[in-house]
Every structure is written in C-alpha cells, then in structure tokens.
C-alpha cells in the first residue's frame, strides 16, 4: 500500500493533476453528507457513501468528513467496501450536542480503491442518532 501510495506522490510531483470532491456530493453549509443512523447499544445497518459504479476510474479515499447532531454521545464509525473488507474505523466522543468536524485522514496513507468500488459507513453508539459521512475522494492519480 505504503509502496503504490509513493509511486502515485511522485506522478503528481512530476505534473499529474490529481482531482479531489466530496462524496456523496453535498450543497449546503455544513453539507451532512451520507446519512448514517446509529444503533442503540449496538451497529446500525451499512449506508453507501459511494454507490458502485459512481466512481468509474481507480480512485484514493484521503480522508472522511463528520457532521453529527443530537446528544452528545460517543459515536464508533466503521467504514468498508463491498468484499466486505473495514478499510477505517475511528471513534468521535462529542462533548457538545452538535459536532461538525471538518477533516478526518483515512488512515497513514490514503486508501486505493478500484473503480467501481461500493464504499460503506456504519455508526454505533448509546442511543440511535444520525451520523452525517461524507468521504473525500482523489481521482486523475
């Protein structure tokens, strides 16, 4: 990963245009993104943040973006793709009732994926609340 990750830095440093948005694509400010339902003491079920096929060229996940809203309870976030394989998970503990966080990084490196790749988030938490996911995405590597 690390390896093709350093291959791709050094493209774009030699003059390849890399592409970056927001998916799903949002309007708004702040933009709540993929509408994520927690569970109440337990996972919810899985919503897309990129449909297959919405994406039809490999692409890189840099990083996510969270918008919550409700009481302020810790939230556990997974995120996967359709093999299912968890490509990042991470946990937020609000101390206010809403939280907009601007930028999460998906990891060490950005995560490849190949196009047309199903991209997921699931949340938990203590009380069923909505998650707001929005993942950004760079694309022309």
Do not use: H
């Amino acid at each position: 990963m690390a390896d093709k990750f350093t291959r791709k830095a050094v493209e774009i440093l030699k003059g390849a245009t890399a592409r970056y948005s927001i998916r799903p694509a949002t309007t708004g400010v702040p933009a709540v993104g993929a509408v994520v339902t927690t569970g109440a003491g337990a996972w919810a079920g899985y919503t897309d943040i990129i449909a297959a096929a919405a994406i039809t060229e490999d692409f890189w996940i840099c990083g996510f973006m969270l918008n919550t809203a409700g009481a302020a309870q810790i939230f556990e976030v997974q995120v996967r793709d359709a093999t299912p394989t968890t490509l990042s998970e991470f946990r937020i503990d609000p101390t206010a009732v809403t939280v907009n966080i601007g930028y999460i990084p998906a990891g060490p490196y950005p995560i490849f994926m190949a196009a047309n790749s199903q991209v997921q988030a699931r949340g938990g938490g203590a009380a069923a609340k909505v998650l707001g996911v929005t993942a950004l995405v760079a694309t022309g590597l």
